[in-house]
């Protein structure tokens, strides 16, 4: 335990990128703060570089650090996430009093921050899951803002946070989400939907490319056209960006010569996962993880390129095709997004956290990488609809839907007629002919698992549980009574 003599408010310990951004973003809005990292030449090249910024106290140990602070002890652990936000938690542990809060506001597990939150309460301490998105920018200027966590524990941060937030309409980015895991699980499914929004756009820029024949320059001023309709959005707009950027060795597009290759960090891959041991159809984030996995297979891909067929190339579209393009990444993004909430909304349950999904759309209106317009409509049906099932059940989305659906059909098929890979595309057109089937053909698959593993089936007609024994005489019996 540490006697506090510190005038700090609040402490950032972890100063790469995201935790220097952000501390210095504290300090802009006049918060006294102190500010630690592991090793301690970052703090002190963090001191050199932003310490006229702000009213900084630099801690080259973690008991200066703690000393620092305010009570109850307000502290920000922005370090790298898994192994050590457990190690930086046993240590600042006995350091702190009952009732001071550790804030973790790195990209943790959900099930990390649920089983901190836990163990710091053994210790008298309060712990909170924070999602922080918007980059190494949005850190500084806004970022959007999840926080998870007991709700006294937000209220002695909940100032600082909204105040750092980004603005909409003159609504902070950040609103408490729910006990918890929940601000981690909401930045998770929000990074999710950030892998199925990339992958739609490359898809439409790979049709573009390929069917309609354009260039990159040329699709950089058809995305700045888009990025003043429906589709209008931080991603839509930075895409217009990198492919109207020259490179300066090879004098042309520099999207040309980047390579084909996704990277991925992790929580797309955790948005997946979790929507499987859900239950829950998440097939436009899920295609987006296995299309980068895709995509690294660079070495294979290059010798399938040459082994294996494709149709015979078909004569280029015409100018309707990029038209089509545009309603079919919309209608395809109208599906990724109803899926995610579909998928937040399961959680809930689930986890008992009770989530505002409206409050999700406003807070992601601003700060965060999925910025984009039409998240107003989307905060606008959970305000009219809080118990909403599937946003594709919205007036506004259904037609949405409705009116894109010829064009849609049109670009999933010539796609697939030309060989041009649209799992995305391809996928929510598939989810959203088998959600608007009242009879699919699950029936069949449950005849089958009868047959061959007795595991039953309902019938359309009378109440029950029934086997048919396929292999003795034929004969349906009740199992449930
Ligand atoms: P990194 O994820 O690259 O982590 C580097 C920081 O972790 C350094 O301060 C490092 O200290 C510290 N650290 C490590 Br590594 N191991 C440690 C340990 N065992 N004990 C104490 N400190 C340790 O930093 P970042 O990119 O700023 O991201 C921070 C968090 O924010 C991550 O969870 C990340 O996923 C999340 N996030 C990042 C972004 C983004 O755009 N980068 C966006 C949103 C969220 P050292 O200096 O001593 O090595």
Not at 154 to 166: D, K, P, W
Request: aromatic share 8%.
């Amino acid at each position: 335990m540490t006697q506090s003599t510190g005038a700090s408010r609040i402490g950032v310990t972890g100063l790469a990128v995201m935790g220097a951004n952000l501390a210095r973003n504290i300090a802009r809005r006049g918060v006294p703060i102190a500010v630690h990292n592991r090793t301690a030449a970052r703090t002190k090249e963090f001191i050199e570089a932003h310490g006229d910024e702000g009213a900084f106290t630099a801690a080259e140990s973690l008991e200066d650090f703690v000393a620092a602070l305010e009570t109850p002890r307000r502290i920000i652990v922005m370090v790298k996430a898994g192994p050590p936000v457990d190690g930086v938690i046993s240590e600042l542990t006995p350091l702190l009093d009952d009732g001071d809060i550790i804030i973790d506001a790195g990209n943790s597990h959900f099930r990390d921050t649920k089983r901190r939150t836990e163990e710091c309460a053994t210790h008298g301490l309060r712990f909170m899951g924070i999602g922080v998105s918007g980059g190494e920018e949005g850190a500084l200027l806004g970022p959007s803002i999840m926080p998870g966590g007991d709700t006294h524990a937000y209220a002695e941060v909940e100032e600082i946070l909204t105040s750092i937030a980004a603005v909409v309409d003159g609504t902070p980015c950040c609103v408490h989400v729910g006990p918890d895991g929940a601000g981690h699980y909401v930045k998770m499914v929000h990074n999710g939907i950030e892998y199925a929004d990339i992958q739609l756009i490359a898809e439409a820029y790979d049709l573009l490319t390929h069917v309609a024949g354009l260039s990159a320059p040329a699709i950089a001023t058809i995305f700045e056209e888009w990025n003043s309709g429906d589709l209008e959005s931080f991603l839509i707009e930075i895409t217009a960006k990198v492919l109207a950027k020259t490179d300066e060795r090879s004098g042309g597009p520099l999207v040309d010569v980047i390579l084909d290759q996704a990277g991925q960090k992790g929580t797309g891959t955790w948005t997946a996962i979790d929507a499987l041991n859900l239950g829950v159809p998440l097939t436009g984030i899920t295609e987006a993880v296995f299309a980068r996995g895709l995509s690294s297979l660079r070495d294979e891909r290059s010798a399938a390129s040459t082994a294996l067929a494709g149709p015979t190339p078909a004569g280029q579209a015409d100018a309707s095709f990029v038209d089509d393009i545009r309603q079919a990444l919309y209608a395809s993004k109208v599906v990724a997004y109803a899926q995610g909430f579909a998928q937040m909304r399961a959680a809930s349950i689930a986890e008992g956290w009770d989530l505002d999904l409206g409050a999700m759309a406003t807070i992601w209106r601003g700060g965060c990488i999925i910025r984009a317009q039409f998240l107003n409509r989307i905060r606008d049906a959970y305000v009219e609809h809080p118990d909403l099932d599937n946003l594709l059940m919205v007036p506004y989305f259904t037609e949405a839907v409705a009116n894109a659906q010829d064009a849609w059909r049109r670009v999933v098929a010539t796609a697939t007629a030309q060989g041009v890979p649209i799992p995305a595309f391809a996928s929510s057109l598939a989810y959203y002919d088998g959600y608007r089937r009242e009879r699919g053909p699950a029936n069949l698959i449950q005849g089958l698992r009868d047959y061959f593993g007795a595991h039953t089936y309902k019938r359309i007609d009378t109440a029950g549980s029934f086997h048919t024994r396929w292999g003795q005489d034929g004969t349906e019996v009740r199992t449930d009574i």
